[in-house]
């Protein structure tokens, strides 16, 4: 009897119900049970269960699914699993099964390797080897690893009906494919053709005739964050990769894209939080210690505020109300550095931001600060001066307008900064921000306090 998995628009609730499942037929070890309810799943929902299981889990599974294991289970898990997964595989096994997938999706699960190993499962590859050794060449994340190389390129001055015919007769196309890219005499892409076009064509005319032009071309070296913001900008569904002599060598499509957006969306997330690309399975060790450098870090930046508050010890001994208001301070710059900082690494990473326009931008930033900052001031100085005192009321408002307006500017020139030296400027959101606004809010409450209160 076939098992036939249940069908839900709720595809989580499907996992958690198939997972549990899988569990039971584990613990009975049913075998025959299992194979049946992976052979009619997706390899995305195959991963999305294999997720959900612990270690030895896992182990037991592949073990029982044995040569019935879909091979581009491996491309959807996460990367701490899949490593878990293959870490027992033989050299050859992992060869064959890198073999019958995608060569983006094998490039990428044969950049994480030990380049030892790397050779040792390229020796076993006998289909694609050339292709793969040509895609770990290019740099990561950039378009010759994320490129499909299959695709349908044809002359220009081919027929519509020799296209036709080509289509119709030929053996190895892609699986999917939603346009032909035309090429010249040098194999350089001059246009494409939709499929759904082709038979809206007079089947005497020239491909050179009937093509749509190509709106932009994706070099090898050129950056993933870059080819998305051009597929934002031109709304398009692929394009081509070309060398270096101007030659199509790939393409780059929609689907690739998304995952792209996805993969930065997660990382920007991550770098906003101060924490390192580790895996939600990554092993205990492995996460505590990519946590641990943010974490030095921050401590090391919150010295600095206590230092900063040790110099103006004899202030805060001789007024003891300022310390009710210099969390409210240091919160206010934190709070408004972080609007400025999320809007900034939108802006950086849709090309919104040059030496052009970067003047006004701090202009705007400037004006959006003591705007809000006069704002915040009248409403705690209001507070500050019925519930605390008079003398207190005025140093609190000036302070926190003033910090409002530094966290602004710092807010837009960190992740500019850290842009200029190549590195994520949502780094800038994590200790840096904090440090700047935290010293200078304390350092503002406390000095203008020095001056008014002596």
């Known amino acids: 009897m076939n098992f036939l998995p249940i069908r839900s628009h709720n595809n989580a609730y499907k996992v958690q119900y198939l997972t549990s499942l899988i569990i039971a037929n584990l613990n009975k070890s049913n075998t025959f049970t299992i194979k049946n309810i992976f052979a009619h799943l997706h390899a995305s929902e195959s991963a999305g269960i294999i997720h959900f299981l612990s270690a030895s889990q896992r182990e037991k599974l592949v073990n029982m699914l044995g040569d019935d294991f879909d091979p581009y289970i491996l491309a959807c898990l996460d990367d701490d699993v899949r490593e878990e997964i293959i870490e027992s595989w033989a050299n050859e096994k992992l060869g064959h099964a890198l073999s019958s997938i995608d060569e983006s999706d ?10 030892e190993q790397r050779k040792a499962i390229l020796n076993t590859i006998k289909s694609g080897k050339i292709i793969l050794e040509e895609g770990l060449n290019y740099p990561e994340k950039s378009a010759g690893r994320l490129m499909h190389y299959q695709i ?5 001055q081919w027929t519509i009906e020799k296209t036709i015919s080509f289509l119709s007769k030929a053996k190895h196309l892609p699986e999917n494919f939603y346009s032909i890219f035309i090429v010249d005499t040098q194999n350089k892409p001059t246009g494409s053709i939709k499929l759904q076009n082709i038979y809206r064509h007079n089947k005497s005319k020239l491909l050179l005739d009937c093509m749509e032009p190509i709106l932009f071309e994706l070099g090898t070296n050129t950056d993933q964050e870059e080819l998305a913001l051009l597929f934002k900008q031109y709304s398009s569904m692929n394009a081509p990769v070309v060398d270096k002599n101007g030659k199509i060598v790939g393409a780059i499509d929609a689907n690739t894209v998304i995952e792209i957006i996805f993969r930065e969306s997660e990382e920007d997330l991550l770098h906003m939080a101060g924490v390192e690309e580790t895996g939600f399975h990554a092993h205990v060790i492995e996460t505590a210690r990519s946590r641990f450098k943010w974490l030095f870090i921050s401590s090391c930046t919150s010295l600095l505020s206590v230092t900063v508050i040790g110099m103006f010890e004899q202030v805060l001994s001789a007024n003891k109300r300022l310390a009710m208001v210099m969390p409210i301070t240091a919160a206010m710059g934190g709070n408004s550095g972080m609007q400025v900082v999320a809007i900034m690494v939108r802006a950086l990473s849709n090309k919104q931001i040059s030496y052009i326009n970067m003047w006004r931008v701090l202009r705007k930033e400037f004006l959006v600060g003591v705007h809000n900052g006069l704002i915040f001031a009248i409403l705690f100085w209001t507070v500050s001066y019925f519930f605390i005192s008079k003398q207190i009321a005025f140093i609190f408002a000036c302070s926190v307008m003033l910090n409002i307006i530094w966290a602004g500017l710092i807010g837009m020139l960190l992740p500019m900064l ?25 350092t503002l409450l406390l000095l203008i306090s020095s001056y008014f209160l002596f």
């Open 106 to 115: 094998a490039l990428e699960i044969l950049s994480e390797l030990h380049p």
């Open 418 to 442: 850290l842009n200029r030296f190549g590195m994520d400027p949502a780094l800038s959101t994590s200790s840096f921000l904090t440090a700047c606004t935290d010293m200078m809010g304390y």
């Open 152 to 156: 349908v390129a044809l002359p220009e």
